[in-house]
């Protein structure tokens, strides 16, 4: 085998390219697998990252150095200066780094993804994969679900839950949320328990679960601190990639290359091999190969949570006390509303919360995100240089529709935080600790100017290389993640996802390579 000549190239070691990467190379194919940030076997990793709370980590300057991309920042509203946008790095990607939660989908969201042109992406064509993702501990039995998957899903038992967890529960029911305990069913909605990607209390990653059993195969092989710069292009024919490694420029080349490597670091790629908008191209001095809407759509969960100021009988005692536990996902009756639009979650530590002076034992949250987003930012590289990060502008909140329904659930969440289930475990003065919630929540001008000022994203970046047909003017890829256009190059992670999904964007990202490793061709 000629080490720069693959059947398959993948470029990123993430949620979606370590499961195509090793389902590709279990089927046969020669698989080269490149990763910009470290290559290292699972028992390598630190234990902090292993943790059910990954508060830990982010406390930790020491574990984020190796596993984040330090130097990425994005503007979340229009109205809020650039911020750290947190993505993993290393093998297993964001997986390694994110909160755990193993939310599918709802199903629906494939159907709307069908009628915008993503062809062979319907609710039954996906279904089996997410049933072959994971084992399923609690309902792997069930036709709709998997056992014996790379993935374990797991679900903290009720006696185990933190006081802002079985608070939120509590409130929930009270105001009207039915349960549904299975929040992966087709169909639920209300008040769940949250699904987790661990086993015994510790988090697996997508190295854990693809890559390490494929450590040591013959059609498989990982580099690690390989930065891909831009595709090879002969033509209209993708031959391989050039990267900078240790500093130096190396090409590789395989018969096809996917890209893998995420909603903000696919387009760039793309961008700098110029393929993309016109403008951003020109202003970034690179030759244009293809005018395509690559790094257009991007879309995020925008996020607020209403600090809870706890008891000492509530406070939380365990640093590996899991964050969260319990969500609820609504339908609103605002603009734009479509099944399980919103989403409340439980926070059982907020760390900035716990830097208030005036909160003795902690403090916990209850946030709200917009779940169907309608908002769209971009992804743009400013030079052509690789080790420049590009220009991510989430533009969260644009839209009007997810404004009013934004204002709407934080007005939900408030009155959560005074029933009497949450007054319960709070200490001290919650107005207080949300002031400039409180002072703006009767006043929708007002409100919005908060939310605007405040909304984080919930790290769930998509939708920047769009599945869809070639005559769509959105779209990048087809709906077999060919890139429009070209030869020998596809997309596979969830840039290519038409819209960001109702759920926490980790298992969809599985799925994405699950499915595109059986369209192989």
Not at 87 to 107: E, K, L, Y
Not at 193 to 216: C, F, K, Q
Not at 243 to 252: C, D, P, S, Y
Not at 263 to 286: C, F, K, W
Request: charged share 25%; glycine share 10%; hydrophobic share 40%.
């Amino acid at each position: 085998m000629t080490k720069n000549n693959w059947d398959l190239l993948v470029v990123g070691a993430g949620s979606a390219g370590a499961a195509l990467a090793a389902r590709a190379a279990a089927a046969g194919r020669r698989v080269l697998l490149l990763e910009g940030g470290p290559d290292y076997r699972s028992g390598e990793m630190p234990e902090v990252w292993r943790s059910p709370n990954p508060l830990r980590a982010l406390l930790d300057p020491d574990a984020t150095k190796s596993f984040v991309w330090r130097d990425l920042m994005a503007t979340r509203t229009e109205r809020q200066p650039a911020q750290l946008y947190w993505r993993g790095r290393g093998v297993g990607g964001s997986s390694s780094v994110n909160g755990q939660i193993a939310i599918r989908p709802p199903m629906e969201d494939f159907d709307d993804y069908v009628e915008m042109g993503a062809d062979g992406w319907g609710r039954d064509d996906v279904l089996p994969y997410f049933a072959k993702l994971e084992d399923d501990n609690d309902y792997g039995a069930q036709d709709y679900h998997g056992a014996g998957g790379p993935i374990p899903i797991f679900r903290t038992a009720p006696s185990q839950w933190g006081a802002v967890d079985r608070a939120l529960h509590a409130a929930a029911l009270d105001a009207g949320f039915g349960w549904e305990d299975d929040v992966n069913a087709p169909g639920a909605t209300g008040v769940s328990r949250y699904p987790i990607n661990s086993r015994g209390g510790r988090r697996v990653t997508t190295n854990d679960a693809y890559l390490e059993p494929m450590r040591g195969h013959q059609n498989l092989e990982v580099r690690g601190g390989v930065v891909v710069d831009r595709l090879i292009i002969d033509g209209d024919r993708v031959t391989g990639v050039t990267a900078v490694v240790h500093g130096e420029t190396a090409e590789f080349r395989a018969d096809l290359t996917v890209l893998s490597a995420g909603a903000i670091h696919s387009p760039a790629i793309l961008q700098r091999s110029g393929i993309g908008p016109v403008d951003v191209l020109e202003n970034a001095g690179i030759e244009i190969r293809a005018d395509l809407p690559v790094g257009q759509g991007l879309q995020d969960h925008p996020v607020v949570f209403v600090r809870v100021p706890l008891t000492e009988e509530s406070a939380v005692t365990s640093v590996d006390g899991r964050h969260t536990n319990v969500t609820v996902r609504y339908t609103s009756e605002g603009p734009g509303a479509v099944f399980n639009d919103m989403l409340i979650m439980s926070g059982n530590q907020n760390v900035l919360a716990m830097e208030r002076a005036d909160v003795r034992f902690g403090a916990g949250a209850i946030g709200v995100w917009v779940n169907r987003v309608y908002s769209e930012g971009s992804v743009s590289v400013v030079s052509d240089n690789p080790m420049t990060q590009p220009f991510v502008r989430q533009r969260m909140l644009d839209d009007e529709r997810d404004l009013a329904r934004f204002r709407h659930g934080i007005r939900l969440v408030a009155d959560l935080c005074e029933s009497d289930a949450v007054s319960a475990i709070s200490a001290g003065d919650l107005r207080g600790l949300n002031d400039e919630l409180f002072n703006a929540i009767e006043d929708d001008r007002r409100l919005d100017e908060f939310l605007l000022a405040t909304a984080a994203d919930a790290q769930h970046p998509t939708s920047t290389c769009r599945i869809g047909r070639a005559d769509d003017p959105r779209a990048v890829v087809a709906s077999d993640g060919r890139l429009h256009g070209f030869q020998g190059v596809m997309v596979a992670d969830a840039s290519v996802l038409p819209f960001v999904p109702r759920a926490n964007t980790h298992l969809a990202a599985v799925m994405v390579g699950e499915y595109l490793a059986d369209r192989l061709s």
